[in-house]
């Protein structure tokens, strides 16, 4: 059992816009900036896509956003690509100098 | 750039002790500003942080491994480590070593992983 919860699957057609929600308490995603985003396709190690809740680190494409609001934070991946079919992962730091991930969700492209 | 190799037995038999050895390069592991970091995958899983250590030594693990695990760092070879107490078959995972940044607490870099089998 994870401790950030996302949802398990998600899906949208090329083009299209879809968000992936990671939520978690007060001690963890809403108690801090320190959110992350990571991609991961099969057989590869994760990549990170967003940090601080809604940094892009260089070279990732600014289709991908993150925002939080409370304890659920999100990551919104507009214009949909065939090659942005993986599975995302959320990581937040914790009140206890721990870090959780979210169970991951995967991303089907239509 | 930063590189991180993960070594070690492919094959752990249970109640055994696993040992894991990451050897960093392009990036000086002594240096503060990053913790070094050991994260495993299950297989068809997500992700679990298993802990982290700082270039001091201090470490900081998953509570619910904390009991087995331990993380040690040889600064001279530029190498950290991971040891798991009384592996069982949950335990078979692949394992990244990852560089997590300090202030912001990402992982900036990965290892390849290398999979860990329990099995007698």
């Known amino acids: 059992q994870s401790d950030l919860t996302q949802p398990a699957s998600v899906s949208g057609s090329p083009g299209q816009s879809i968000t992936i929600s990671c939520t978690g308490t007060?001690?963890?995603?809403?108690?801090?900036?320190?959110v992350a985003w990571y991609q991961q396709h099969p057989g590869k190690a994760p990549k990170l896509i967003i940090s601080?809740?809604?940094s892009r680190p260089s070279g990732i494409s600014d289709r991908f956003s993150g925002s939080n609001s409370g304890n659920t934070a999100s990551l919104t991946i507009s214009g949909l690509q065939a090659e942005d079919e993986a599975d995302y992962y959320c990581?937040?730091?914790?009140?206890?100098?721990?870090?959780?991930f979210g169970g991951g969700t995967k991303l089907t492209v239509l | 750039q930063v590189q991180l190799q993960e070594s070690g037995p492919g094959l752990v038999k249970p109640s055994q002790t696993l040992s894991l050895t990451c050897t960093v390069s392009?990036?000086?592991?002594?240096?503060?500003?990053?913790?070094w970091s050991w994260i495993r995958q299950h297989p068809g899983g997500g992700l679990e942080w298993i802990g982290y250590?700082?270039?001091?030594?201090?470490?900081y693990f998953n509570p619910s491994l904390k009991s087995r695990v331990s993380i040690s760092i040889d600064t001279s070879k530029s190498q950290f480590s991971l040891r798991v107490t009384s592996m069982t078959a949950a335990d078979t995972a692949l394992y990244y070593c990852?560089?997590?940044?300090?202030?912001?607490?990402?992982?900036?870099?990965w290892g390849q992983g290398t999979p860990v089998t329990v099995s007698s």
């Open positions: 990852a560089r997590v940044t300090a202030a912001e607490q990402f992982v900036s870099h």
């Open positions: 392009g990036d000086s592991i002594s240096s503060g500003g990053c913790y």
């Open positions: 250590i700082y270039h001091s030594g201090s470490t």
């Open positions: 007060n001690t963890d995603v809403g108690g801090y900036t320190y």
């Open positions: 601080d809740v809604s």
């Open positions: 990581s937040s730091y914790t009140n206890t100098d721990v870090v959780v």
